[in-house]
């Protein structure tokens, strides 16, 4: 499984780079009001992500036909070659995913809730899919399953993406609230987890690492005091 940073925080994003374990970004508009961004400074702030991650960066069109759609996902692929135009599942952006990728446009097709909105994304020629799981929970439902369910069901088929190299479009878990989330996402065999960066950190913790290094640091005190 890649892991992908779910933030629009520089400071962030360099911090988890510098781990070695980031393979990509996927920014939204809520991630980027949070950080009190700017709409003039909205491309310049991509570029300055690109600038840090080689791998995939998804930056989001906030369009609603698809004729902006494409305008919008052709700006925004100039910003960067590692750019992804996220786009959401709906009848426009299906239209506006086809166009685009057929012009060699990487696609990111988020907000996906379901097996038939993961079927069409990959039909309509996506890079890859973004199903959420946390907002399923949110409305006391099982988000973990849909993406299971997606998983399978896009394994059934061949589908390549025109984009890069004829890649096959690749699952990413997103809304993820916990280490959990990842765990069960990387069992049933989704691409790619993207997550905040608490999430990230809590990846890393386990008590048991923790009593362990203590006991070690306890041990090497006694031996620098023998």
């Avoid at 991630?31 to 400074?41: F, N, S, T, V």
Wanted: aromatic residues 6%; charged residues 20%.
């Amino acid at each position: 499984m890649k892991f992908f940073l779910d933030t629009a925080d520089l400071a962030e994003i360099e911090e988890a780079a510098s781990w070695g374990a980031l393979a990509g970004v996927t920014t939204n508009p809520s991630l980027y009001a949070r950080i009190g961004g700017k709409l003039e400074d909205f491309h310049a702030h991509i570029k300055r992500i690109c600038d840090i991650v080689d791998g995939p960066v998804s930056a989001e069109s906030v369009a609603m036909t698809r004729d902006e759609i494409i305008r919008d996902g052709l700006e925004l692929a100039e910003i960067a070659p590692n750019v992804v135009v996220k786009i959401p599942t709906m009848v426009e952006g299906l239209a506006a995913t086809r166009a685009l990728a057929d012009r060699g446009v990487a696609v990111n097709m988020t907000l996906c809730f379901s097996v038939p909105q993961a079927l069409l994304a990959a039909r309509a020629g996506a890079r890859y899919v973004s199903p959420f799981i946390g907002r399923f929970d949110d409305i006391s439902e099982d988000g973990l399953a849909q993406v299971e369910n997606i998983v399978a069901a896009l394994n059934n088929y061949d589908f390549t993406s025109s984009t890069v190299n004829g890649e096959r479009i690749e699952v990413i878990a997103a809304s993820v609230r916990s280490a959990n989330h990842v765990t069960q996402a990387a069992l049933m065999g989704a691409d790619i987890a993207t997550v905040p960066f608490g999430v990230l950190k809590k990846m890393v913790q386990h008590p048991l690492t923790d009593r362990g290094l203590d006991s070690f640091l306890k041990d090497w005190e006694k031996v620098q005091n023998a």
